[in-house]
């Protein structure tokens, strides 16, 4: 384990929050979005995602963040757990289940949850009003 791992483990980051931030899972965006939005936070982090949407389904989800562990780590698995679900099913997702499903982060970075759910339903908005 590296020294950078070591002290993400030690700040309390999951082994699956972790390998998310290292190896930047979905990070990048999408040439042709459906749907986009960027938002910034109270904490000054901001996220930017980008959604393709086919039939009200989500078929593909990037995203780009300036920002500590707790932004990537929770942009990543939000994007992965979005792929798939439909705009209905997305916009029941939570801080909690974020959480859950990357298997804990430090209670100090639970904002960076809230950053990716905040982004997320402002391109479900952008989607929307589109069309």
């Known amino acids: ?3 950078l791992q070591d002290l993400l ?3 309390g980051y999951s082994d699956k929050a972790i390998e998310y931030y290292l190896n930047k899972v979905n990070v990048g965006e999408l040439t042709e979005p459906d749907a986009h939005a960027i938002y910034t936070g109270p904490c000054g982090d901001t996220m930017e995602i980008f959604l ?3 039939e009200g389904v989500i078929k593909e989800a990037k995203f780009q963040a300036i920002g500590c562990a707790g ?3 929770s942009g990543s698995a939000l ?5 798939g679900m439909t705009l209905e099913e997305v916009e029941k997702i939570d801080e909690e289940l974020i959480i859950n499903y990357l298997g804990g982060i430090p209670r100090q970075k ?3 949850t809230c950053l990716s759910k905040r982004t997320l339903q402002k391109a479900i908005n952008n989607y ?3 069309g």
Do not use: L, P, Q
Not at 79 to 83: A, Q, S, W
């Open 128 to 130: 929307k009003e589109k």
């Open 79 to 83: 994007t992965e757990m979005i792929i």
């Open 110 to 112: 639970v904002h960076c």
């Open 9 to 11: 483990k030690e700040s």
């Open 71 to 73: 932004a990537f780590s």
């Open 1 to 3: 384990m590296s020294e």
């Open 52 to 54: 393709n949407v086919k």
